[in-house]
Antibody, heavy 116, light 107 residues
Framework: EVQILETGGGLVKPGGSLRLSCATS????????MNWVRQAPGKGLEWVAQ??????????YYAESLEGRVTISRDDSKSSVYLQVSNLRAEDTAIYYC???????WGQGVMVTVSS | DIQMTQSPSSMSASLGDRVTITCRTS??????LTWFQQKPGKSPRRMIY???NLAAGVPSRFSGSRSGSDYSLTISSLESEDMAIYYC?????????FGSGTKLEIK
């Protein structure tokens, strides 16, 4: 059974940083590119970042709205992917989802709230 | 960036109705189009991939089609469990972009 579990969310002050983690199991993580997608309260889905696998030199891609403030990384030995977000703003308040390249496996999401 | 113009933004239909939601793309995306269903408080669920392929476990009343730059999700006979928000996604070019969503309600 595929499992994806995001952790690391919470309440952060504007200007702060956060590192989200996504632990996976049940599929061959090393073969997959991985994505982060977010959803602000009451809003639609927004793709955030993607990291490719070793065969593609772990290439990374980012949404323009976050570029420069976000870093996606992975640890294949732990079947995990991470999202580091810095200089957080109120508009970064959202549920952050971890999902695989084909978008057929999703975590339950983790809430990030940016507020003073 | 590739713009995904999704319509309608909301709709109401009766049980048994045929329902169609459309995404129009600003550039050619081939068949790199995925449809998602999202129910309140839940993660998105992939319904259609590659524009026309039914995802595993999705009822056969759902289908996807393409006509030029218009991609459609059709529910052939609406059931109450289909009440949700539906999103399209293009994955041919970075940044990946979603449509703005269609909220489907049951009359």
């Amino acid at each position: 059974e595929v499992q994806i579990l995001e952790t690391g969310g919470g309440l952060v002050k504007p200007g702060g940083s956060l590192r989200l983690s996504c632990a996976t199991s049940g599929f061959n993580f090393n073969d997959y590119f991985m994505n982060w997608v977010r959803q602000a309260p009451g809003k639609g889905l927004e793709w955030v970042a993607q990291i490719r696998n070793k065969n593609y030199n772990y290439a990374t891609y980012y949404a323009e709205s976050l570029e420069g403030r976000v870093t996606i990384s992975r640890d294949d030995s732990k079947s995990s992917v991470y999202l580091q977000v810095s200089n957080l703003r109120a508009e970064d308040t959202a549920i952050y989802y971890c999902t695989n390249y084909y978008f057929n496996y999703w975590g339950q999401g983790v809430m990030v709230t940016v507020s003073s | 960036d590739i713009q995904m113009t999704q319509s309608p933004s909301s709709m109401s239909a009766s049980l048994g109705d045929r329902v169609t939601i459309t995404c129009r793309t600003s550039q050619d995306i081939g068949n790199y189009l995925t449809w998602f269903q999202q129910k309140p408080g839940k993660s998105p669920r992939r319904m259609i991939y590659g524009a026309t392929n039914l995802a595993a476990g999705v009822p056969s009343r759902f289908s996807g089609s393409r006509s030029g730059s218009d991609y459609s999700l059709t529910i052939s006979s609406l059931e109450s469990e289909d009440m949700a928000i539906y999103y399209c996604l293009q994955s041919i070019q970075y940044p990946l972009t979603f449509g703005s969503g269609t909220k489907l309600e049951i009359k």
